[in-house]
């Protein structure tokens, strides 16, 4: 009914309200499918432990006592209707803390603004699961607000103390014999991860600085988890295999992640809150470390584990395929060696415990927004100023995502023709090649678009081009779209320069907007 309703009203603008409704309708019916039936899934693995098994557990036991254990755990996002990579992140160090890392060694990146968000039904409090307790509490506050972005990450990834601004100055003081377990959670891109502040984190970049931290010689092995869209893009053709690194994405490089116990899933957060609370891939990992022993669950079972319970019983419609990348035999290792163990699951047997819950549904990452919105939009007293008000969120955000579409639809076809630049756009590259080849050729990309998408006069934006600051101060793809990532990456596999992007792009973009979602407001610029 309130549907109905809200479909008369938006009839004024109909162009917007066409596309509300085709990606609301989209949300709307995702969550409205038949629950894929609630049986657990009965995952089985190698019912018996020989002794072999024993033996690896002591000799890891050994090589971990030998070294020190690190974590770091970054949330890539702020805003409210992003609670759950803040929500996985303050799971992830409750997680490293029972598992006996001292703070000192965990070092965490949060934007920081959910736990006392006015919008927060639970203030003080961070939950992760729809009966779970806080993970909020006692969480370090390493980096907090503008303090996460990349500069600060990769200091503290490389140690480097006089490079940090800001925050608690906490690095990764790692040595030779030390290993390393870094947590990611966001919105990403192919190619990018998300940043509150900006700029986005590259693929490139990212492996880049963890080959300079492994010539550093500061550490004897690395385990990356990372859960964002396409994450599979940021390793895939990029990371090598002899740096003993060991990373597992939640989706591969051509497809969505997922967010979980979203409003209308089973199963639901609780019913005041109106945001996802965890992400698939995150809570996967995290519900699987919090009951078992970790001395004897090795990388590779929790890898297969995860893998299963995102796969959403194999049918990958709101799920993705969990990948893994880099020194594959890293993966023989126990979960211990990197995250401690809990004592209380000391006598956790296996093979009994290893049937997690399978999810019936979950809310695609780039959808996850669109929900918080509407689900705010619902309660709302019909007629009331809020109302009004919230229905002007959910148009502008759908206003952003049209003329984000749009324009990059339109700039593939100035660039290719109207044939050939859809193909060309949606290209995906073989298994194993990166995304692009020139990477810098991508970040120009990314960079005219930011200042097209800018509300600057037109003819001042080519001159911006020539700035290279402007992008701190501009607008963006948002957070919705570092989806067309690839297209940009294509424009640059096609050897489109930068200037004839920028001409064309100027061309296609002649009426920007006004809305926040395609300026500088703060909350989305990923
Ligand atoms: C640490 O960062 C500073 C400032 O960015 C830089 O000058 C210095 O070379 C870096 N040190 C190392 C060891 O990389
Ligand atoms: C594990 O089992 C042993 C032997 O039954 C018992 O003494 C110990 O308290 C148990 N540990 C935990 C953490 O439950």
New binding site residues.
């Given amino acids: 009914m309130a549907r109905a309703r809200l479909r008369l009203r938006l009839l004024l603008p109909p162009l917007a309200a066409l596309l509300l409704f085709a990606h609301l309708a989209v949300a709307v019916a995702r969550l409205r499918m038949e629950p894929w039936g609630e049986e657990e899934a009965n995952l089985r693995l190698p019912s018996e432990r020989g002794v072999a098994d024993d033996a690896a557990a002591e000799d890891d036991a050994a090589e971990a006592a030998e070294g020190t254990r690190w974590a770091v755990l970054i949330a890539g996002s702020n805003g409210y209707y992003n609670y759950r990579h803040q929500a996985d992140v303050c799971h992830a160090y409750q997680i490293m803390k029972r598992g006996g890392l001292k703070d000192e060694n965990i070092i965490v990146f949060m934007y920081d603004d959910i736990a006392h968000n006015p919008e927060n039904p639970r203030p003080g409090v961070i939950i992760n699961h729809p009966q779970g307790g806080d993970v909020y509490a006692g969480v370090p506050k390493d980096y907090t607000g503008k303090e996460v972005n990349v500069k600060n990450l990769f200091?503290v990834l490389?140690g480097?103390k006089?490079?940090v601004k800001g925050g608690s100055g906490k690095v990764l003081d790692s040595g030779p014999n030390d290993h390393i377990f870094i947590f990611y959670s966001d919105h990403g891109g192919p190619g990018v991860l998300g940043m509150p502040t900006y700029p986005y984190l590259y693929g490139d970049d990212l492996v880049d600085v963890l080959k300079k931290k492994h010539a550093a010689g500061t550490y004897k092995s690395l385990v990356f988890y990372l859960e964002a869209c396409e994450s599979g893009s940021i390793f895939e053709g990029l990371l090598p295999n002899d740096i003993n690194v060991y990373a597992t994405t939640a989706s591969n490089a051509d497809e969505s992640s997922w967010g979980t116990y979203c409003p209308g899933e089973y199963p639901s957060p609780p019913p005041e809150y109106d945001t996802c609370l965890g992400d698939l891939y995150s809570v996967a990992w995290m519900e699987d470390s919090d009951v078992h022993n970790l001395r004897t669950e090795s990388l590779k079972q929790q890898y297969n584990l995860v893998k299963e319970r995102t796969s959403v019983q194999h049918t990958y419609y709101s799920g993705s395929h969990v990948m893994e990348y880099g020194s594959l035999e890293l993966n023989a290792h126990h979960v211990f060696m990197y995250m401690g163990s809990n004592p209380a699951n000391d006598n956790a047997t296996f093979v009994e415990d290893n049937s997690l819950p399978s999810f019936s549904r979950s809310v695609n990452q780039r959808d996850a927004d669109l929900v918080y919105f509407w689900q705010k939009y619902r309660k709302l007293a019909e007629s009331s100023p809020e109302k009004n008000e919230a229905r002007k969120q959910l148009l502008e955000m759908m206003t952003h995502r049209s003329h984000v579409d749009n324009s990059v639809e339109l700039i593939g076809n100035l660039l290719f023709g109207s044939e050939e630049g859809p193909r060309v756009l949606k290209a995906v590259r073989a298994t194993g090649e990166p995304l692009v080849d020139d990477w810098s050729c991508l970040k120009s990309m990314t960079l005219v678009w930011d200042i097209l998408s800018c509300n600057s006069l037109p003819n001042m934006r080519l001159h911006f081009l020539q700035v290279r600051t402007f992008e701190a101060q501009c607008g963006s793809l948002a957070q919705y779209g570092m989806k067309h990532m690839r297209s940009f990456a294509n424009i640059c596999n096609a050897d489109i320069s930068a200037e004839a992007m920028a001409k064309v792009a100027t061309q296609a973009c002649t009426s920007i907007p006004s809305n926040p979602w395609s300026s500088t407001h703060r909350g989305f610029s990923a």
């Fill in positions: 200091a490389l480097n006089t490079a």
